[in-house]
Each structure stands twice: as C-alpha cells, then as structure tokens.
C-alpha cells in the first residue's frame, strides 16, 4: 500500500466544517449561549451549555442539554463558532448531521427544533424528529438534516450558529447528549476500511506523548481515532484529529510511567479500520534544557506543518484547499526555521531547501517599489486582496519577510541561492514610502491604483521599529541617519483638519508616488516615544502594560537588545523592568488561577464576551531576559495546565479561566516568539544573524552606544 508522509492539503475540500466536537476545558462550553424565560428551563453553567466527559460518541466529550417546556414558556440554546472563525460556507445539497443521545423517557416530537444562523439571519426552524432513523432512548442516534429542507438558509453564505428552540411543550423533564455537529456533503466517500491503520511512532516526553503516522490514499478516511492504555489490555478513545493533521500530542495523567497506544481509521459513518500494531511510550520527567527544546520543537511544528506547497511560504489556512500566504508570518517561520535547524529538529538541508523555495518564488511574486503585498498566491505569486480593495505593497509586512530573509543570508552564507536575497533586499525602495517634505517617516503601504490612500505613518514603540532599522540599514534606497530620531522617535496618528483622529482615508495621501501634482501634506496627532513612567515600582523608559507584551517583544526579535542604548532607553534593562511589571500587574488582577507564576494577560475578542485571557506566550518568551523566572513559568503552564494548553503544535493561543474558554487557534507571532526568544535566551543565535549582518552592523553602530 502506498503511504502520503505528507500534509493531505489534497483531500482538504473532502473535511467539512466541524461546529462542535469536543470541547478542550470541562465544565461548560464557551461557545454555546443558553436563554429560557421564567417557565421553560435549560440547564446551564454560567449562561452555558454542560460539558459531558462520561457520556460521548467522540473522544472526549459531548454537550449535555437537560430541559424543560412549559406551555407558553420558551427557550433555546445557541451552540456557535468561535468570534475568530470565519464559518462555515454552506453548499446547497450540504447536510447538517450530528449525534444524539437520549437519556430520558423523551419521545420524538418533545424534542428541541433547530434552526441555522448565518451572520444576523435565522432560519425557520424544523422539527428534528422526521430526520432520524429508528427513534430509541440509551443509544447513540444519528440525525442528518438536509440544508434544502430547512426554510430560509441562504447557499454560499458563512453559518455562525446552530439554535436549538423550544418544542412541544410537555411537564417532563429532558435530558440529552450531543455530539458532532457538522456540515457534510450530500455525496460520500464509501470505500470500506479493511486495512490496518499504522501508528508509526509514540515518542514519550514529561509529561506527554507524540503520536506520528502515515496515512493511506483513501478518499473515505475521515478522522484518525487514538486509543491508550495503561496496561496493554484495556484501551480507551482519548483523541480524534482530521485527515490533514499526520500527529497528535496526549497528555497523560502521570510521569514515571509506561502507556500503550494504538489508532483506527474512521470512515463517514464512524466506522473504524482494523487497528495498528500497539505502540509503548514511557514518560519520564526531563532535565531544563531536554524539555526547553520539547517546548520550542513544539511551537515549531506550527510552522512547519503551515508550509504552502508550492511557494514554501506560510499558509494562512491550515486544513483547506487554499494557496494564500503571509508575507509577514513567513518572516517568522524563517526565524523559526533557523532555530530548528540548530537544534536540529529538522535538518539543516531541509531548511535551506524550504527558504530557497521561499526566494525562487518571491523573486517571481507581485512587488511594488520592491516591496510585496500582505498576502500572495502561493500558486502564481499575484497578491490577494480584500474585497472591494485595492493592490498595494504593505511595508510592514515586507519588513518581517526581510528581517528573517538578512538573518538566514547570514546562517547559510555559503549557499549559492543566497544571492538572490540581496536582490531582494537591495530591490526595497524604503524612500518611495515616504512624502516629500516629510521624507523622514515611513508610511505602511502604498498601491498603484490609489497612492498613499489608505496608509497610516509609521513610528513610536511598536511593531514599526523594525522597518525603520531596515530603511536606514539599506544599501540602495536608505532613509536619511534623522528618521531614526524623527522618524521612528516619535509615534502619530492622522488627524482632520480639526485635529480630531482621522479614521477613513485621506485625501493628501491621494498623490501617486511619481506625480508631478503637489499635494496637502497630512497632519498628524504626536506621541512622544520615550514614556518615562513607574510600573508597579519599576522605571520603564519605553512600553506600556496598556498594549501586549508581543508588542515588546517583536521589535527585538532578531535585533540584539544587550548592551546596547539609544537616546530613548536601554533596551534590556527596559525591558527586564517592563516584563517584570507586567507580570505584577497580572498578579495584582488576578489570571484566575492562585499561581504567581501564571501571568500573560491580554484582552481576548474570540469569546462570546470580551474577556481577559492568559497567553502564555507572553511569560514564556520572557526567556530572553529573565530565564530563570520565564522557566519557572514554562513549567507552571505545561503542568498545571498543559492538558489543556499544550498539544503538538505549541501552547495555545489563550486561556480564559473566568469564561473556561481555551483558544482553537495558534498565532504565528507568539509560535515564534516562543521559538525564538528561548533560543534567543539560550544561545543567543537569531540576534547574533541579525545583527551580524554588515547593512544591519552600520545602523548600530550610528544609533547605538554598546556598552
């Protein structure tokens, strides 16, 4: 049998939209929002639907909806994606399918009717009862809805939510169980799955084991089902992961101790294969430096599994049929990618491969004035842009892209493809994003169709000042030595002509670059770079605890920030104190957890409420400047909270304990992050590329006084 040891982006259109399958915390699920008057009644927890971790048809949970209908009562219970999810876009012979439990002596028609919602639009509702087959309590039954059947759902457009109302009204009491909830098309893969799945490695660390496997080139696999034991005889589900995800990271209970594992394919009808030959893995507890290289192999993995296929860039979806890249986020997968090499989770020849890929295909892409649009095509290098939008070059974007492209230019010095990468970075026109008169700031974007239109000045303390290090540092198209102190000194905002913050477009940006027509220089609202303040009893020069500590972080990530001041502060010692004060404040707030060492608050949009969320990013990429305490960290999140924080891609990107909400996503800035600022901490390796680079070198040398 011939095995895909690949990402199966190819079978992607093939796995649908999940809306729910399991949820990550127990207790509650965040993303259901429960309603009833005074009369009907539906069991919550805080306003949410319970989480079942006894009863469930997929590993390891199940929603529970226990309720009541009076008559002239109402409630209902809204089970929706995530505010960060785009959806899922409907197809018009879609099935809605999920599976139901009945634990009660409930009939047919007192069951919940439903209804679809898409964006501000809901549906009619239909009864549940004409779409299952043979109607039983105790038993895990099927319902499949087809779209067609339901009055008022609209084709091609995005679901946010499923609503389960009110039915006919009785005075029992219900309960139910449901579990996976999807959208399916109307026509399946049917093969049978007579061949054994292969488990090809459990490989067992502190505190978690890392399954791998290969999966054959069979259309009607639709989930890989793990099993674990603890005595090679009585096994439980413990996971389930889709097609396009070729690992899966278990957390297990205890250290010092010996698990087995074996996995299933599953098909559509949730029909297992033959199993795999057992596998054991013995976790043991791990020294500082094995288990720092588990936590950035992790993160890691984030970006080497996104890689478009053609263009080796970073895949913005991940599980889809689409070729769009980040310019930006593919900045970061460099830096990432230079630290795996050097620890060798990858080889090195693996890595220099992918980043020639990376420049064969940028040398070919979509540029203005040298510099590239936010996002590309990974099939044919042209830009994607947003609806109803203009092409333009983003600046800060190509910034990123460069500052990790100069890094590995120094990393693989002796490769014959790095040439290409001093095209690319002489071919930066940083002064063509820039007004005369004001020649000193750098403005974000610039498009052929409309000038400077929708750009915003450049400057302050923010993600910014690596652009600013890379216009002065450039050899062929270099701002003047004062932007550094008037261009990138000093943060602003447009303003109107009432010196109100201007938020739609503006008109003096509207000249085209090479335009002979003059045009009304824009105002601006000034902040002063240098703050100055007191943070919870330490001095901070630079930075607020009013933004993310990602913020602080990502101007250094390949700038070394040692030994080194500018007129505004000394960054290191600024940024001890800064990460050090942030901590405190969280403390003083309070994470939700009792904690010291837990802290990263940051404000979350992705739950149903505005809430604050912990990224754990931000205490562990502390390393570079305070190891000790961010180690102490690390290991907080990984033990106390790692069953729900950690898996094979890194820490999650949030955890609310006050919503008891964790993120679905990752974040490319705090993967690497991560990735970077430990290695950062413990070799010292990107900021030694980085700033080892003659163009770079000549900046600081003009801006910095080494101590």
């Known amino acids: 049998m011939f095995f895909l040891t690949l990402t199966l982006r190819a079978f992607s259109d093939t796995y649908p939209e999940v809306l729910f399958e399991n949820s990550v915390l127990r207790g509650n699920y965040a993303y259901s929002e429960v309603h009833h008057d005074t009369l009907s009644w539906v069991e919550n927890v805080q306003g949410r639907l319970p989480v079942s971790d006894t ?38 012979n879609d099935i809605l399918t999920f599976k139901l439990f009945v634990a009660s002596a409930t009939g047919a028609a007192a069951l919940p009717r439903l209804a679809i919602y898409q964006s501000d639009t809901l549906s009619d509702s239909v009864d549940l009862s004409p779409y299952i087959q043979e109607f039983q309590p105790n038993t895990w039954l099927n319902v499949q809805i087809p779209l067609k059947a339901i009055s008022g759902v609209l084709p091609d457009r995005a679901v946010s939510a499923v609503r389960l109302s009110q039915g006919r009204p009785d005075s029992a009491l219900h309960w139910l169980y449901i579990d996976q909830i999807e959208f399916l098309p109307d026509r399946l893969p049917r093969v049978k799955l007579t061949s054994p799945a292969v488990l090809s490695a459990a490989k067992a660390y502190e505190r978690h084991v890392d399954l791998s496997w290969q999966l054959p080139l069979t259309p009607s696999i639709r989930y890989i089902k793990i099993y674990r034991s603890e005595d090679n005889e009585h096994f439980e589900p413990v996971a389930i992961r889709p097609i396009f995800v070729q690992r899966c990271t278990d957390f297990v209970p205890q250290t010092d101790k010996a698990y087995y594992y074996k996995i299933a394919w599953v098909d559509y009808d949730y029909l297992e ?17 094995e288990f720092l290289d588990i936590i950035q192999a992790a993160h890691f ?19 889809v049929d689409d070729a769009t890249v980040s310019v930006m986020e593919t900045g970061l997968s460099v830096l990432a990618h230079l630290v795996a090499a050097e620890r060798e989770f990858i080889s090195r020849s693996a890595v220099a491969s992918r980043i020639e890929r990376m420049v064969d295909f940028l040398s070919k892409a979509e540029r203005y004035h ?18 109803d939008s203009v092409p333009e070059a983003d600046l800060r974007a190509t910034a990123f892209l460069m500052q990790g492209l100069l890094a590995a230019r120094q990393y693989f010095e002796e490769e014959p493809w790095t040439g290409k990468i001093d095209s690319l970075w002489q071919d930066v026109e940083w002064t063509r ?15 052929p169709a409309a000038g400077f239109t929708y750009a915003r000045p450049m400057g302050g303390f923010n993600d910014g000042f690596i652009a600013y290090v890379l216009s002065l540092a450039s050899p062929m198209h270099h701002l003047q030595s004062e932007a550094y102190a008037s261009g990138l000194g000093t943060g602003r905002q447009l303003t109107d002509s009432m010196g109100m913050t201007e938020i739609a477009s503006n008109e003096a940006f509207s000249v085209k670059l090479d335009s002979t027509v003059p045009g009304v220089l824009p105002a601006y609202r000034e902040f002063p770079y240098r703050n100055d303040t007191t943070l919870y009893g330490l001095p901070v020069a630079v930075g607020s605890v009013d933004t993310s500590l990602l913020e602080a972080y990502k101007p250094f990530l390949a700038l070394d920030p040692r030994n080194k001041h500018d007129q505004f502060a000394d960054y290191f010692t600024n940024h001890v104190n800064l990460i050090q004060g942030y901590q405190r404040r969280d403390n003083a707030i309070g994470t939700g957890s009792s904690l010291l060492d837990i802290w990263g608050l940051t404000k ?31 290991r907080a999140f990984y033990n106390s909270y790692g069953h729900a924080l950690f898996t094979e891609y890194g820490f999650r990107n949030w955890i609310s304990f006050k919503e008891n909400a964790v993120a679905d996503t990752y974040d490319a800035v705090s993967q690497a992050s991560v990735v ?25 040398n003009n801006h910095f006084s080494v101590q």
Do not use: C
């Not at 599994?305 to 991940?318: D, L, T």
């Not at 649009?373 to 994607?384: E, H, I, N, S, W």
């Not at 979350?604 to 961010?630: C, I, K």
């Not at 390796?685 to 600081?700: A, G, N, Q, T, Y």
């Open 55 to 92: 009863l469930f048809f997929t590993p390891g949970n199940a929603l529970s909806l226990k309720y009541s209908s009076a008559a002239n009562g109402n409630w209902h219970v809204d089970i929706t994606y995530p505010d960060r999810s785009a959806g899922y876009r409907l197809q018009k």
């Open 273 to 289: 294969s033959p199993f795999s030959d057992v596998v054991k893995a013995e976790v043991k507890p791990t020294g500082d430096e």
């Open 301 to 319: 993995n984030y970006f080497m599994e996104r890689a478009e296929v053609n263009s080796g860039m970073h895949g913005v979806q991940f599980g």
């Open 370 to 387: 040298g510099a590239f649009p936010a996002r590309l095509d990974g099939r044919t290098g042209k830009g994607v842009y947003k609806v």
């Open 433 to 447: 994003f820039t007004l005369d008169e004001q020649e000193h700031i750098l403005l974000d974007r610039w498009s």
């Open 604 to 634: 979350m949009n992705g739950l149903p409420d505005t809430s604050w969320a912990v990224n754990p990013a931000l205490a562990v990429a502390s390393y570079a400047y305070r190891p000790t305490e961010a180690l102490r960290s690390l």
């Open 676 to 700: 970077v600022m430990i290695e950062n901490g413990r070799s010292g390796l990107i900021w030694k590329l980085f700033s080892e680079h003659p163009d770079i070198k000549k900046v600081i």
